[in-house]
């Protein structure tokens, strides 16, 4: 089973439930696909035994047999391409390599070459294994990582994919082919605000899902509120705790500290299993 745990925004502690997630599971592999700050495999500390990088085809031109038409800059909708001094100049960082530019290209002035954008480590901790996707400082989009990063999973496996935070397309490429999402929601106004929209794209892909309310302080209902309304699945609630934000601030795994957090994510597992055996046959019914 594949469980994509998302947020509306950096700092609700999306990693912390994505990663002890994984680690109540055996011989899981988590996935992070938090490609700009992915940092899931400090609380894991998997062994590295493989790097492999990330590659996207661009265009590259011979100045030599273009003739200066302009087809290539108007079609470019994402203005990685400009006319410049008489000369086609190309802006690698905002290629998002469609390949439009050389098949369009009337002179055949245009081929592609590739160009490196990140790569992936992956990592061995124990019997669980670790795949991290890394963007370089600067790119347009780390979608290429992401669906390296997913290509192939065996969807036997238990696998937990931190994504994302927010609604952008690597938050989509993230959680295509997941069987559950869990939103990982902090009980305050901007939390809410920006899991809201998560949320809707969520239900757009028509996985089952369900909440995790982080860092609870009682009397804050407003993430307990929202879930009421929108019928979403409270699968589990952490209370704000001293001893987790020391924990996490070391990069020390909370499920690995003591057996008291470790019940808990075995609880949250055992309901995310629970939601999704009653979602699917819901779902076989009508
Ligand atoms: S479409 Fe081809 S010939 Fe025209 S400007 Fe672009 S590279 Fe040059
Ligand atoms: S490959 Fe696509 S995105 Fe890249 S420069 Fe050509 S038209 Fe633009």
């Known amino acids: 089973m594949r469980i994509g745990v998302l947020s509306g925004k950096g700092g609700t502690g999306k990693t912390f439930v994505a990663t002890n997630l994984s680690y109540v599971q055996k011989d899981a592999l988590f996935i992070d696909c938090d490609i700009e700050e992915p940092n899931g495999n400090i609380f894991l500390k998997g062994k590295i035994f493989k790097e492999e990088p990330v590659n996207v085809l661009i265009p590259e031109i011979d100045h030599d047999l273009c003739t200066g038409c302009r087809k290539c800059v108007e079609f470019c909708e994402f203005n990685a391409l400009a006319y410049i001094k008489d000369k086609v100049k190309l802006f690698p960082e ?22 490196e954008i990140g790569n992936i480590e992956y990592g061995m901790a124990g019997t669980h294994e670790v795949r991290t996707g890394i963007l370089n400082t600067g790119e347009a989009t780390g979608v290429p990582i992401i669906s390296k990063l997913l290509d192939g999973i065996n969807r036997e496996e238990s696998v937990t994919v931190d994504c994302p935070p927010g609604s952008s397309c690597v938050v ?5 082919g997941s069987d559950f999402c869990v939103l990982v929601i902090e009980p305050t106004i ?29 009397g804050q209902e407003i993430a307990h509120r929202f879930c009421e309304e929108n019928h979403i699945p409270v699968l589990g609630v952490f ?48």
Request: glycine residues 6%; negative net charge; charged residues 25%.
């Open 172 to 176: 989509m490429e993230s959680i295509k």
């Open 94 to 115: 905002l290629c998002h390599s469609c390949g439009g530019c050389s098949l369009l290209c009337p002179e055949g002035a245009i081929k592609e070459t590739e160009r």
């Open 239 to 286: 209370d704000f705790d001293g001893k987790i934000a020391e924990l996490n601030s070391i990069g020390a795994l909370a499920s690995s500290y003591n057996d008291k957090y470790k019940r808990q994510f075995e609880l949250l597992l055992d309901k995310i299993m629970e939601v999704h055996a009653h979602e699917t046959a819901a779902n076989i019914k009508r």
């Open 190 to 218: 901007f939390g809410v605000q920006n899991i809201s929209i998560v949320f809707e794209l969520v239900k757009l892909f028509d996985i089952p899902y369900g909440a995790v309310i982080n860092k609870y302080i009682p």
